[in-house]
């Protein structure tokens, strides 16, 4: 038997192995999915973070400004108030004594990138107690979500909140009093001596004099009375008045297509089944041909559920708006409602809906 002799040059074959594309090819896939779902998890932290902390600014400073009326017993025209200025909009002004000094001055500060608003423009206005007028939420809302700010009527904030404190307070029925108190007597009143007036006297008339004739003549002396007489003036023809040429009547113009609304304010509730949803009628008046009917909501995020019926007008008449309310704190507020005709006629008109738990 003949011996195959190795050397160093001898090469020995051996068995390889690895991958094919298919594995690779899903191995990829895997990665970008783990990969995409990261990102948007960190894009959602960082939003949340966001209006998180905008909320939590905007509460601060709500407090503070409550806070330096009660310390300053603050006089009217001098209370401390934080305002807003409507959807969309990401500043909002305070007014207080910031340094201490007992000088009030009026700031404006900026929520975080991408943080906005998304209540109607309000005003709250703390008198020297702390309190102000009417309950206010503030929403604060971006792409991750919206935190509503709850400012009570005694002055109290609560952030991200479903129970708002005022709508749970009962009406309270305020019994009549009477006979605590003896009604005095009417006092018969003192007669009132009436002064007897003093004439006014009557005015004599002063007769009016004379004029004395100036003679016309030139006076000759032979007693004839042969004066010189005037030469008198001859009058102008009179001119002809040219009689005007009639213009015709300009067509009658068109009276101008305008839009309305049955009522420009709603109050829904979150819980009351009968306030759950509100109608608004929208009509046209001077319209011609086809309009289509649409409503939406001012700002950012979708707080309301909004349907019109019927979505057009085929000239002048009116359609019906359904507005309802959404449960969730981030749902509480005061919003815009915008109904509006395409093509256009008049002006979009606006809705405040206001909507408690």
């Known amino acids: 038997m003949q011996k195959v002799r190795r050397t160093r040059h001898t090469r020995w074959s051996h068995r390889q192995s690895g991958f094919t ?55 009217p025209g001098s209370e401390a108030f934080v305002q807003t200025f409507g959807e969309g909009t990401s500043t909002f002004n305070v007014r207080m004594d910031f340094d201490g000094s007992g000088t009030v001055q009026t700031r404006t500060f900026s929520l975080d990138e991408g943080v906005t608003f998304n209540n109607v423009a309000q005003t709250a206005t703390f008198d020297w107690r702390g309190r102000i007028v009417e309950r206010l939420v503030f929403q604060i809302i971006n792409e991750a979500r919206g935190i509503p700010v709850d400012v ?20 309270v ?79 009658p113009v068109p009276p101008a297509c305008a839009s309305s609304v049955s009522a420009s304010s709603l109050t829904l509730s979150q819980s009351v089944t009968n306030l759950r949803s509100g109608t608004v009628t929208f009509s046209l008046t001077n319209a011609t041909g086809a309009h289509t009917i649409s409503a939406f909501t001012a700002g950012s995020g979708n707080p309301l559920t909004l349907s019109v019926s019927p979505a057009s007008l085929n000239g002048s008449g009116s359609t019906t708006v359904t507005i309802g309310a959404k449960t969730g704190n981030g749902n509480r507020g005061t919003f815009t409602v915008n109904i509006s005709a395409s093509p256009s006629c008049g002006v979009a008109q606006r809705v405040t809906v206001s909507v408690g738990n």
Not at 190 to 211: G, Y
């Open 21 to 75: 594309m298919l594995q690779m090819m899903i191995t990829v896939a895997i990665i970008a999915i783990v990969t995409t779902f990261g990102i948007l998890g960190i894009r959602n932290a960082r939003a949340e973070t966001r209006v998180q902390n905008s909320t939590r600014r905007f509460a601060i400073y709500v407090e503070r400004a409550r806070g330096d009326s009660i310390r300053r017993h603050a006089a």
């Open 152 to 171: 009570s009527g005694s002055g109290d904030i609560t952030v991200d909140d479903q129970v708002f404190s005022d709508d749970e307070i009962p009406g």
């Open 173 to 251: 029925a305020l019994a009549a009093v009477t006979n605590d108190v003896v009604p005095d007597a009417t006092p018969t009143p003192t007669p009132t001596t009436t002064p007897t007036p003093i004439p006014t006297p009557t005015p004599t008339s002063t007769p009016t004099p004379t004029p004395t004739p100036t003679p016309n003549g030139n006076g000759n002396g032979n007693g004839n009375g042969n004066g010189n007489q005037p030469t008198p003036t001859p009058t102008p023809a009179p001119t002809a008045t040219p009689i005007p040429t009639p213009t015709a009547s300009p067509s």
